[in-house]
């Protein structure tokens, strides 16, 4: 069984295209009466088709869609703007020698995330006629990049949006980036908040308690329970008053990926008991009435909105407790985790989630007012730390394709005097139908086990076991061409697709720019930005240029399910006078990737940060407004101690040495050395002059 498994494996780069269900100068015994496809009304392939395969309404509303040239669309600023043209903009770009893998941002689309969680609030909190107001901040930790905090500090400022730290360098960039209030009122009613979260010493709450001077309104969230005393000795030494947040370890299991965010185990957060051990330090302290926020985060990407209604229930009762044990609660911190529907099912899938953001905010709003009315104590201030919900729509990776495997030898033709191994793999290629083929698949399977038996005794030559492979591999597709069909597939030919994929090798790295989808099985949505007016009639799985084995990715959204292969167009060659035919790029766009991609990829394999370009809409149409260009070779080598000056001094070196003892001639010295300084500046990806089919 293990050994056959790696036989399929290393079939995958000889096989035949899964396209075309007769074999050419063929004509199969058996075939007419049962081909369904021969039935099938051949149909137009429209962009309806594309929407429905691709999902994008689901994922992509209301920023994405399909225009009637096939090509995938962005309107930045949703309903209220125009729509681009992403294959246009994309061509624009590599004309101005912006190369690909590069990642698109919009602006405008963090723009309208922030009117949306706002607008939310807002409508909510009329609606409840809750009595207080939201003051939501950004989590840094999300999308450090200056670019993307500036423009989320710009958008925020008519909400006073604020911003969330989680560590030291993190509360530089936001004490640095919100503008501080000169004169705070006294309430500082309408001012944005400094969350601080995550381990601090000393110098953290030094720091953030000398910002109160500079006009901010830092709330220092005590994560352990030794936080407490620091703050306490800090704030004397000071004389400055800190206001204090405590996190609480909730007992409402966030479920999926990140459920043990919550619970007696988890990582952050003070437990009941040590949260009354801070609250007698306080009162000890005469500092009680510094104690204003409850902060808890059960999580990111909550799929059900169940989970967000238990932990509301549980929060607000924590809430109310300590109000009653004498703290001055004023806010009411409920952390991150609003979801971001990848798979576009709005389903409680871990890809998807079950509710809307009006959804999340009304019950967020109604379990704190429920919770404070019964009590009768004064209704907080709501503060959420959406990172995902946010940033994630505002990037688009685009990637081409340079090279697929989906090479299509013609059957081999089978004589009578053949070995029988390859007589019988043709019979039965000539009589699959719709009511053998699951046992023409097992037939298929054990021949072949057989020719490779036949090989390895020496009774096949190389040629032979190329003809049974051949053969098999075309018995296998005339299978899956059937399979498709069927409402119901075998469990034992549910592997036959991913089996039959093409190996679409695309110029990027998985570790760089999608580092979920390799690190947690995190499903983004995958699609061609054009050809959408035609049918994708190939399915592949994607392999990027990295040479690791895990640099791939092979489980795409579905409905409510993950699915192995993705429909993707043929590469189409384009003739060249003297010279072999140059394959017409292919684009792919990866989308939702604007949380927590960038700043978790890695340097594997040398692959270094990808060209950025900011978009932002303007009356006119578009303008480009920030480019920053990814890592040049010297840069991404200096990161690992290479100086690019020795390494090129070594070069010439050598080459002198091989001139002088006649192994290398002038000409191949410069070129060579050519080469290797221009490398340098280059950066780390395939240009696309490098596409090659490889059939
Ligand atoms: C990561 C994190 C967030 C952001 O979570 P999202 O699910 O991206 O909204 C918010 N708060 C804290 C404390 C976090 O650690």
């Not at 924590?318 to 979801?339: C, E, P, S, T, W």
């Not at 699951?438 to 057989?450: C, I, N, S």
Request: glycine share 6%.
């Amino acid at each position: 069984m293990e050994g056959q498994s790696i036989e399929l494996e290393l079939n995958i780069m000889a096989m035949p295209e899964l396209t075309d269900s007769t074999e050419p100068g063929q004509t199969a015994v058996g075939e007419t009466d049962a081909a369904p496809q021969a039935i099938a009304e051949v149909r137009r392939w429209t962009i309806d088709d594309s929407e429905n395969l691709y999902r994008i309404t689901g994922w992509g509303e209301p920023y994405f869609s399909i225009n009637a040239a096939g090509h995938v669309t962005v309107s930045p600023q949703a309903d209220h703007g125009g729509a681009l043209d992403l294959y246009e903009l994309v061509k624009g770009l590599r004309q101005r020698n912006i190369g690909l893998p590069l990642l698109l941002r919009f602006s405008d689309i963090l723009a309208d995330r922030i009117n949306r969680l706002n607008a939310a609030f807002a409508r909510g909190i009329a609606r409840y006629r809750y009595p207080n107001t939201y003051r939501g901040v950004y989590p840094i930790k999300c999308n450090q990049h200056r670019h993307i905090v500036e423009s989320l500090v710009r958008y925020g400022t008519p909400y006073n949006f604020g911003l969330e730290a989680g560590s030291k360098p993190e509360l530089m960039i936001a004490l640095a980036m919100l503008q501080p209030q000169e004169n705070p009122e006294p309430d500082q009613q309408n001012q944005p908040l400094l969350i601080c979260n995550g381990y601090k010493d000393r110098e953290y709450i030094e720091t953030a308690l000398l910002a109160r001077r500079l006009g901010h309104r830092p709330i220092i969230v005590v994560e352990q329970v030794a936080e407490v005393a620091l703050a306490i000795e800090i704030s004397r030494n000071l004389g400055i008053k800190p206001i204090l947040g405590v996190r609480a370890k909730l007992s409402t299991q966030g479920m999926g990926r990140w459920g043990i965010s919550t619970g007696d185990r988890a990582k952050f957060g003070l437990t009941i008991p040590e949260m009354l051990t801070a609250i007698g330090q306080l009162r000890q302290a005469d500092m009680l009435d510094s104690l204003q926020l409850l902060h808890f985060h059960i999580g990111s990407q909550i799929s059900s909105i169940s989970v967000i209604k238990e932990a509301m229930t549980e929060a607000s009762q924590i809430f109310v407790q300590l109000a009653k044990l004498g703290g001055n609660m004023r806010y009411l911190d409920v952390g991150g985790g609003l979801g971001v529907d990848y798979d576009g099912s709005k389903t409680n899938f871990y890809a998807s989630k079950n509710y809307n953001i009006q959804n999340y905010v009304n019950d967020v709003i109604s379990a704190v007012q429920d919770a404070c009315v019964a009590a009768e104590i004064p209704c907080p201030v709501l503060i959420s730390e959406s990172g995902r919900a946010i940033a994630s729509h505002q990037s688009v990776l685009i990637f081409d394709i340079v090279a697929t495997n989906d090479i299509n030898p013609p059957l081999p033709k089978v004589k009578a005097k053949d070995h029988a191994i390859l007589r019988n793999l043709m019979e039965t290629w000539e009589t699959i139908t719709v009511d053998n083929y699951q046992e023409a698949y097992h037939d298929v399977e054990q021949f072949k086990t057989e020719a490779i038996s036949l090989f390895n005794f020496g009774y096949l030559g190389l040629k032979e076991r190329a003809k049974a492979e051949e053969i098999y591999w075309a018995c296998c597709r005339k299978i899956l061409q059937i399979c498709r069909q069927q409402e119901y597939v075998p469990d034992d030919l549910e592997n036959l697709e991913v089996n039959l994929a093409s190996i679409y090798y695309a110029n990027m790295s998985v570790f760089q720019s999608a580092p979920d989808s390799w690190a947690i099985d995190q499903l983004f949505p995958i699609m061609p930005i054009h050809r959408l007016d035609e049918e994708p009639t190939q399915r592949g799985i994607l392999a990027d240029i990295t040479c690791d084995s895990d640099g791939k990715i092979d489980r795409f959204i579905d409905l409510r399910d993950v699915k192995s292969v993705l429909e993707l167009h043929p590469l189409m060659e384009i003739e060249q006078e003297d010279a072999p035919p140059r394959v017409e790029p292919y684009y792919l766009g990866m989308f939702l990737v604007g949380a927590y991609q960038e700043i978790m990829g890695n340097l594997h394999n040398l692959f270094g940060d990808i060209n950025v370009v900011h978009i932002q809409m303007n009356p006119k149409g578009y303008q480009i407004e920030h480019l920053v260009r990814g890592d040049t070779i010297a840069e991404v080598l200096g990161y690992v101690q290479y100086d690019p000056e020795d390494l090129l001094e070594n070069m010439r070196r050598y080459c002198e040495q091989a001139m002088e003892d006649k192994r290398m001639s002038l000409e191949e010295s410069q070129l060579l050395l050519e080469n290797y300084e221009r490398s340098l500046l280059q950066y780390t990806y395939l240009k696309p002059t490098s596409g090659i089919h490889t059939s």
